[in-house]
């Protein structure tokens, strides 16, 4: 098999056959001398954090074999990664409804400009897996986090005490001096805070009082040319495990601000739900964005998918 775990919290796996090879290498031929624009959450807002995205219509122009190459890798290691997850999670699995379930692979190729960071975050509910193809052979990072603790603040974020606070807790956490830099979540807007020790601590309200969630960055290292398979904990399903449990509870992943050059990225976020249709329609604004491309599943592709994993 093609794929291999390299996390369980969450589940991770890197597949690094010789199509998932290609196609990183075709993605990063193709954005050669093209010029990504300010990426987009689709509200009208854009990111201020230098995160750009290229678009697909360009790329699919450059190299128009893509297209082709991007469905015989749906076809091949789509399977895989979700055979491994139901055997890894270690549970008797099952979707709702299996017989209405669709599925699309959305695309995107972003940029990270250096200095971006992205708060640790697990994916929205409509997400099984989150691919990632680092086009960059001298950045193949992906970091995922660990929750370890909580801490009560002790003042609100807006606080003139604030940075005060942060920096006694750095004290008393960390005897040796160490360095932290304050960005802001970009889903919530409440501060994150990176200490160069591999620590974060990420402002959040439980109940009414103020509390530090503190995680440790574990770094995932691929080679070039492996696409990174991220298992979203959050996607529904009847039955759940000990691995998915832990994930839910305390893994999360995200973009530590240490990118010292540019990194282009595939990434590919396979979606799933529920719909009378044959295929799973997405936001109308997004399908007619020439950034994002989505390759729909055939229904048939998608139970032969789900039934040889065993979810339904």
Not at 68 to 83: A, K, N
Not at 238 to 249: E, F, G, R, W
């Amino acid at each position: 098999m093609s794929n291999r775990l390299v996390s369980n919290c969450p589940l991770c796996f890197a597949s690094h056959s010789q199509l998932s090879h290609q196609l990183v290498s075709a993605f990063a031929s193709a954005i050669e001398g093209l010029e990504a624009a300010p990426f987009s959450f689709g509200d009208g807002r854009e990111e201020e954090s230098r995160r750009n995205i290229f678009s697909l219509r360009d790329i699919f122009k450059h190299d128009p074999n893509l297209r082709d190459l991007l469905g015989q890798w749906v076809r091949s290691e789509l399977p895989h990664s979700v055979e491994l997850f139901a055997a890894e999670a270690g549970s008797d699995l099952k979707l709702f409804e299996p017989e209405k379930y669709r599925m699309t692979l959305r695309v995107r190729v972003l940029e990270d400009q250096p200095g971006y960071s992205l708060a640790p975050h697990k994916d929205s509910k409509d997400t099984l897996f989150a691919f990632i193809g680092n086009l960059n052979p001298h950045n193949l990072n992906t970091s995922i986090f660990i929750i370890k603790n909580a801490i009560r603040v002790g003042c609100e974020k807006e606080s003139p005490l604030f940075l005060n606070r942060i920096s006694d807790l750095s004290s008393k956490l960390f005897p040796e001096k160490t360095n932290f830099l304050v960005t802001k979540n970009d889903f919530t807007g409440d501060p994150v805070i990176w200490f160069e020790n591999g620590v974060v601590f990420a402002y959040s309200m439980y109940e009414t009082a103020p509390i530090f969630v503190v995680m440790n960055e574990e770094k995932i290292t691929t080679t070039f040319g492996e696409i990174l398979a991220i298992h979203n904990p959050r996607f529904p399903i009847l039955a759940t495990s000990t691995v998915i449990d832990n994930s839910v509870k305390f893994a999360r992943h995200g973009v530590w601000p240490g990118v010292v050059r540019k990194r282009p990225l595939l990434l590919m976020d396979l979606l799933g739900n529920h719909s009378e249709h044959d295929v799973l329609f997405v936001d109308r604004n997004e399908r007619d964005d020439d950034r994002t491309h989505y390759f729909y599943i055939r229904p048939e592709t998608v139970r032969s998918m789900l039934s040889g994993a065993g979810l339904i």
